[in-house]
Structures are given as C-alpha cells and as structure tokens.
C-alpha cells in the first residue's frame, strides 16, 4: 500500500465529508500548524521516555489536538456527524498545566524563557 494517493497533485485536497478544497484553505494551514505541534509533542514524548510524568499529560494534548483537527476539516454543515468528540474545557485543562509548571521556575521572572532554554 502506498502512502501518497496524488490526489492533491492539482492544489486541492479532501477534508472530512469529501469536499475538495484548495490547499491555500484556512482549514488547511490550520490543520498543518497543529499537526506541527503535535509532532513536537511525539517527538517530546519519544525523548522523556515511557515511565515520565509528563507522558499521560502530552498524551491527553495529542489526542485533543487530533479531535480538534477533525473539527477543523469538517464542514459546517456536517460538523454534528462527527463523531469525534471536543474535550471538556481544554483551556482549563491547559491553564492547570500552565499552573503547575509556573510553580516550578523562578518567579517572579525576570526573563523570557526559550525553547529549550
């Protein structure tokens, strides 16, 4: 089996219920940019190791930003066929993660914190 099909070789591609759609959609680079993050995630959670802490909480994220992108490449109209469910307050889930990892660092900060750094 193949894991390319061609069928976006002309600038448009299918999103949830068929429906063709330029590769310039906003739907399109919405989903692109969280397919990103949720590579960075896989690739934090490969590096960290299986026992790790953060593994259940990463996991959670990846799995939301999944369902998310079901949402984003489906029509309007057809957004109550899917069967994919949005988490229950996502934003507070996050804001909680936010907590607990601010209770780390040294406060107050003094600095912008880089990635990696």
């Not at 029509?75 to 804001?95: F, H, I, K, S, T």
Request: hydrophobic share 35%.
């Amino acid at each position: 089996m193949k894991i390319y099909t061609r069928g976006g070789d002309k600038g448009k591609t299918s999103i949830h219920g068929g429906q063709r759609v330029d590769k310039d959609d906003i739907r399109i680079e919405a989903n692109g940019t969280l397919d990103e993050l949720n590579s960075v995630l896989g690739l934090i959670r490969a590096l960290i190791g299986e026992g790790h802490e953060w593994q259940e909480m990463l996991f959670y994220l990846q799995r939301s930003l999944m369902v998310v992108m079901s949402h984003v490449a489906t029509p309007a109209a057809l957004r109550g066929q899917n069967p994919n469910r949005l988490p229950e307050e996502p934003d507070v889930y996050c804001e909680r993660q936010i907590d607990f990892f601010n209770a780390k660092i040294q406060y107050p900060s003094t600095h912008f914190i880089l990635p990696g750094g």
